[in-house]
């Protein structure tokens, strides 16, 4: 299974990105969607996390200036991001998690923020 992430690209200190994440529709209807990021050297940290039911949660770094959501008709989750920053520089991904132990990964995306 894939899931296909999109949406990164080289954004100036205080500028914004979407990032999209598509999964299919079987997996996605009943999976917590998530999106995590690695930064060069860094180990890969969860960045926020969206419920098959609606309920977000999101790291301290980002609560403020990112928002994650999902649409249910295209099996899309979104990662708005704003007021980025240089610490935001990373290859993220997104996930499907059905289970404690069966989850999916998309191949990632690099967001590169300059000042």
């Known amino acids: 299974v894939q899931l296909q992430a999109s949406g990164g690209g080289l954004v100036q200190t205080g500028g914004s990105l979407r990032l999209s994440c598509t999964a299919p529709?079987?997996?996605?209807?009943?999976?917590?969607m998530g999106w995590h990021r690695q930064a060069p050297g860094k180990q890969r940290e969860l960045v926020a996390t969206i419920f098959s039911g609606g309920a977000t949660n999101y790291a301290d770094s980002v609560k403020g200036r990112f928002t994650i959501s999902r649409d249910s008709a295209k099996s899309t989750v979104y990662l708005d991001m704003n007021s980025l920053k240089g610490e935001d520089t990373a290859v993220y991904f997104c996930?499907?998690?059905?289970?404690?132990?069966?989850?999916?990964w998309g191949q990632g995306t690099l967001v590169t923020v300059s000042s």
């Open positions: 996930n499907a998690v059905l289970t404690p132990t069966r989850g999916f």
């Open positions: 529709g079987a997996i996605f209807s009943f999976a917590s």
